[in-house]
């Protein structure tokens, strides 16, 4: 069964003290892996998709990498507005085109 | 671009009544998806559409839920009879192709009481 599993379920960071996110999966074959952020009160809003282990995307304070097994989103210098839950998605090869969830990760950080 | 809009926004029911959920997708989009979300749960996948066309609905948990996508603009949610359990934020969401990144709507939260 194809699976998604985040850690830590939340975080709490001062501003500007690095960290990163975790999420591992287990899927008969990826399609695509996707980081998405969540606020309160609003619908995911998506951030990268990664397709091949290897695989870097950047965007502002946050860089996304893939390995076979699990993916980081790194957080640099973090600000409170970065405070929210990330998602990490992951797309299979097999059973359709489903995307299935993680938990989230909770990001607080404190000015 | 207008996004994915829903409606309503806040539903507060009694159970036994019947509850629709709905979605317009963001023009020119051809996937459709609809999600719950619970604290216990998380983010859960209950149907989806391609072209209108339900492609899969294994993740609707009951007979009393049903989704009908009757043109390329509309689809709804509909869950009859609605029961406590069924409280959670319902988002739809679109995007170009099935294996696209999904573009979601601001949610319907609903209460059953």
């Known amino acids: 069964e194809d699976q998604v599993t985040q850690s830590p379920e939340a975080l709490r960071l001062q501003e500007g003290e690095s960290s990163s996110l975790n999420c591992s999966y287990t899927v008969s074959g990826l399609r695509g892996l996707f980081w998405y952020r969540q606020d309160p009160g609003k619908g995911p809003e998506f951030l990268f998709t990664l397709y091949s282990a290897g695989e870097e995307k950047e965007k502002e304070r946050l860089k996304a990498t893939l390995t076979k097994k699990e993916s980081f989103l790194h957080i640099t210098a973090p600000k409170p507005e970065d405070s929210a839950t990330y998602l990490c998605?992951?797309?299979?090869?097999?059973?359709?085109?489903?995307?299935?969830f993680g938990a989230g990760t909770r990001l607080f950080v404190k000015a | 671009d207008a996004g994915v809009i829903q409606s309503p926004r806040h539903e507060v029911t009694e159970m036994g009544q019947e509850v629709t959920l709905r979605c317009k997708p963001i023009s020119g989009h051809n996937s459709l998806f609809w999600y719950r979300q619970t604290m216990m749960r998380g983010l859960e996948l209950l149907i989806y559409?391609?072209?209108?066309?339900?492609?899969?609905d294994s993740g609707m948990p009951e007979d009393r839920f049903s989704a009908k996508m009757p043109n390329a603009s509309f689809s709804t949610l509909k869950i009859q009879p609605s029961e406590p359990r069924d409280s959670a934020v319902y988002f739809c969401a679109s995007s170009l192709g099935q294996n696209e990144k999904l573009f979601f709507g601001s949610g319907t939260q609903l209460s059953v009481l």
């Open positions: 998605a992951v797309q299979a090869n097999t059973g359709g085109f489903k995307t299935i």
């Open positions: 559409f391609n072209n209108n066309v339900p492609i899969d």
